[in-house]
């Protein structure tokens, strides 16, 4: 996940941040109550890093952990702090698994000329 640097964001930015769809962003809202994004007069919405916080757990819960929609709210109501640490670890072993590939590929074209 990029840093997030701005206060808020598009539905728009959100959705191609996480990899999923507008329409099912809007969709989980009307089922996670916690997840309540700032809207204007218009009714744009706005998504602060808390929420977008909370969208990387529900994805996490519902699309990686195959959880129901339910279960997800259930996982992240009863302890939020635990689960928000867990997804954190996630995501840096996964920064880290990138990053070693990315030194193996490296290394190998390395390999591979000085074998020419």
């Not at 099912?24 to 916080?53: A, C, H, M, V």
């Not at 635990?82 to 954190?88: E, G, I, L, R, S």
Request: hydrophobic share 35%; net charge positive; no cysteine.
């Amino acid at each position: 996940m990029q840093n997030l640097t701005k206060q808020y964001y598009s539905i728009g930015e959100v959705a191609d941040m996480l990899n999923i769809a507008t329409s099912k962003l809007r969709f989980w809202e009307s089922k996670f109550d916690f997840l309540q994004p700032k809207t204007n007069d218009k009714g744009t919405r706005f998504y602060s890093k808390d929420d977008i916080r909370l969208l990387q757990l529900i994805t996490y819960y519902v699309e990686e952990k195959g959880m129901t929609l339910e279960g997800a709210a259930a996982q992240i109501k009863k302890n939020k702090q635990k689960a928000q640490t867990q997804f954190n670890v996630i995501e840096e072993l996964a920064t880290l698994r990138k990053a070693l590939y990315d030194i193996r590929t490296e290394m190998n074209k390395l390999k591979d000329n000085d074998h020419e």
